[in-house]
C-alpha cells in the first residue's frame, strides 16, 4: 500500500459511506481512481467489508485493551476460543509470542470477569489491561448524551450491517419504508453518533509492516496532547493512538511502513519529540476480527415484533 491507500482506509474506517467523490477530493485524485483503488483493496482482502454497527456511545460499552507475552506460540484454536467470547472483538498474535486482544464490555462490572477468561485461555498469566480512551483515531465524535435508538434505526442498521453502502433504495425496499424515510433516520443517527459505519480492514494482507508502538510519557506532559500531535504531525505513519485511563504515562500508537528501513526511522525521530521518554516496538503479524454482542444487540433489536 501507499500513502493514498492508507488514507483512502482511514476515511472508511472513520465513515464507510463517504462518497468516492468526496474521498476524490481529498487524496486529490480522479473518482474512477478511487473506485480503482477501493477494488484493488478489496482483491488484496485489506478490505473484506463495509459495516455498520451501533456506535460505542449509543451501545454504552467500555472499549479496553489487553497485551502480554504468552510464552508459546498462540494456535488458530486459541485464536478461535478467544474470539468466540462476546465481548472480544480483535485479536492479533505479534512478535516475541505477544498477543493484543480488543473488546467491548457492557459494564465495568465485567471486567474481572473477562480479565480471568483471558487469563485461563491465551497463555498469558497476567496481561497487562488497559481501558481505552481515543485519541487522534478516525471515529464518530462523542454525543452529548446517550442518544437512544428507534425499532426503525436498529433495522437500518441490521439490513447495513454486511455492506454498509448499500444505496438507501436497496435498504428502504428491504424494510417495506421509504428511501426519504430511511435517509432522514440514516442522517440523524450519523449526527447524533448513535451509528458506526466502517470497515473490516486486514492491511497485514500486504507486505507492509504495521507495528504497535507503546510509548512512555513524561510526567510533566498531557499524554493526550503528545498522543494528538504524533497523529497530527506523522499521519498516515502513525495510523491512531490509545490512551488508557488507567495507565499513566503510557500510550499504544498503531504504526504503518513501508519496510524496517522506514520502521527503525520512524521509531527513531517519535524517541526525539518533546513529552516521549521511551518507545518500545512489536511487529503485528496477523489480526482477526470477530462479532460481538453489540453485533447480537442489533440483530435482536431489529428482529424483535
Not at 487524496?27 to 478490505?47: F, T
Not at 497463555?123 to 471515529?139: C, N, R
Not at 444505496?167 to 428491504?174: D, F
Request: hydrophobic fraction near 40%; include cysteine; aromatic fraction near 8%.
Amino acid at each position: 500500500m501507499d500513502r493514498q491507500d492508507i488514507t483512502l482506509s482511514l476515511i472508511l474506517l472513520a465513515n464507510s459511506r463517504t462518497t468516492l467523490r468526496t474521498i476524490a477530493q481529498q487524496l486529490n485524485i480522479s473518482v474512477n481512481a478511487v473506485h480503482k483503488r477501493i477494488r484493488a483493496l478489496e482483491g488484496q482482502k485489506v478490505i473484506r467489508k463495509f459495516t455498520a454497527k451501533v456506535s460505542h456511545f449509543a451501545a454504552g460499552n467500555i472499549p479496553i485493551q489487553l497485551y502480554g507475552h504468552t510464552g508459546s506460540e498462540v494456535s488458530q484454536e486459541t485464536v478461535k476460543v478467544l474470539g468466540n467470547e462476546e465481548h472480544t472483538y480483535w485479536v492479533a498474535l505479534a512478535g516475541g509470542n505477544h498477543l493484543y486482544i480488543g473488546a467491548y464490555l457492557k459494564d465495568i462490572g465485567e471486567l474481572d470477569r473477562y480479565v480471568s477468561f483471558i487469563s485461563q485461555n491465551s497463555g498469558m498469566s497476567d496481561p497487562t489491561v488497559g481501558i481505552i480512551g481515543f485519541v487522534g483515531q478516525p471515529m464518530t465524535p462523542q454525543p452529548l448524551a446517550q442518544p437512544t435508538l428507534s425499532d426503525i434505526d436498529y433495522r437500518i442498521i441490521f439490513s447495513l450491517r454486511n455492506d454498509s453502502r448499500r444505496p438507501m433504495t436497496e435498504v428502504a425496499q428491504e424494510l417495506g419504508l421509504s428511501a426519504k424515510t430511511v435517509q432522514k433516520h440514516l442522517d440523524r443517527m450519523v449526527a447524533e453518533g448513535s451509528i458506526e459505519l466502517s470497515i473490516q480492514w486486514y492491511p497485514d494482507a500486504t507486505d507492509d509492516i504495521v507495528s504497535v508502538f507503546h510509548i512512555k510519557t513524561t510526567t510533566s506532559e498531557d499524554k493526550s496532547k503528545v498522543a494528538a500531535s504524533l497523529t497530527n504531525k506523522y499521519f498516515p505513519k502513525v495510523l491512531f493512538n490509545f490512551a488508557f485511563s488507567n495507565l499513566p504515562c503510557e500510550l499504544m500508537a498503531m504504526t504503518w511502513s513501508n519496510n524496517m528501513r522506514d520502521l527503525k526511522e520512524l521509531r527513531d525521530t517519535l524517541q526525539k519529540e518533546k513529552g516521549i521518554q521511551s518507545i518500545s516496538t512489536n511487529i503485528l503479524f496477523t489480526g482477526y476480527i470477530f462479532d460481538t454482542w453489540r453485533d447480537d444487540l442489533v440483530e435482536a433489536k431489529a428482529k424483535q415484533e
